[in-house]
């Protein structure tokens, strides 16, 4: 299992408030539970009051000292309505329209985030990703110099002894990237590879590794490959690279002799979202690595998704992860 040790220690000195659309979830109370006997990050839980302290107490959940809110009933709705308004008026969203939608766990809680009420979001546990990443795009919308909203997955496993971490992308949201969204792509996950302590050596992936293979599908990775080393200079960036010419020291020497990432690249851009998603599952089912995420990346404020099959464990993970991101 990864440690979380540095990320904590960065979260104690300077600790953000983290909103769960899903607050009377058994998962999301056993987890806010653990983080608020940690110390290290302010849960705010969504939902009936009642019902989230009936279920913690049904649960041996101590959630003594998280903010609960619930959408049917908050103080602030009209200035929160107005500012959904004012953020949806090109779309036309009335104020009665805006009070229904944000009877919604999942808009509400994002409008938390985006009117500065809290510092990041985690939902997931039982809406779809669609339902957590669409209010993100609407409310949050892309940071400064971000076209697109990006994932990575994060891997992790032990290896002779020590933990090795690799970083996968996009797996999850953007079905078909093209040159530029790839380097947009790489360009975010570098930045998630340094949260979680990596020294990322990256690799375009494809079916030919520097010119022995043709095709679009290949002028697509090496033109991006390119490009992302153009714009990250101080990134070690190679490709298109077969997956065994990146990982492999013995198969780089044949391969790509005089590549600086061949053999030994730890962050791994995947053409499409097929390969993509094949791929870290291929890593995690086989290759015995845990899987975090997945992350997303290039939006304004911290927003992450949560597997509907996550247990509690994997909600306190991405808490950490989604807080360290802000």
Known sequence: MYDFSGMIAKLKDNPKSIVFTEGPDPRILEAASRLLKDGFLKPVLLGNAEEIKANAAAGGFDIEGAKIIDPLNYEKIDEMVAALVELRKKKGMTPEQAAETLTHSNYFGTMLVKMGEVDCLLGGATYSTADTVRPALQIIKTKPGS?????????????????????????????????????????????????????????????????????????????????AAEKYPDVPIDGELQFDAAVSETVAKTK???????????????????????????????????????????????????????????????????????
Not at 180 to 198: N, P, R, T
Request: aromatic share 6%; glycine share 10%; charged share 20%.
């Open 147 to 227: 076209s697109i909203v990006s994932s990575c997955f994060v891997l992790e496993r032990e290896k002779n002894g020590a933990s090795e971490v690799i970083v996968m992308a996009d797996c999850a949201i953007n079905l078909m990237p093209d040159e530029d969204q790839l380097v947009e792509i790489c360009g975010e996950a570098v930045g998630c590879a340094k949260i979680f302590g990596v020294d990322p050596k990256v690799a375009f992936l494809s079916y030919s590794t520097l010119g022995s293979g043709k095709g679009e599908d290949v002028d697509k990775m090496r033109n991006a490959a390119h490009k």
């Open 256 to 326: 790509a002799p005089n590549s600086k990432v061949a053999g030994k690249a730890n962050v791994f851009i995947l053409p499409d979202i097929n390969a993509g998603n094949i791929g870290y599952k291929i890593a995690q089912r086989l290759g015995g690595f845990d899987a975090f995420g997945p992350i997303l990346l290039g939006l304004n404020a911290p927003v992450n998704d949560l597997s509907r099959g996550c247990n509690a464990s994997e909600v306190y993970s991405m808490a950490i992860i989604t807080a360290a991101q802000a």
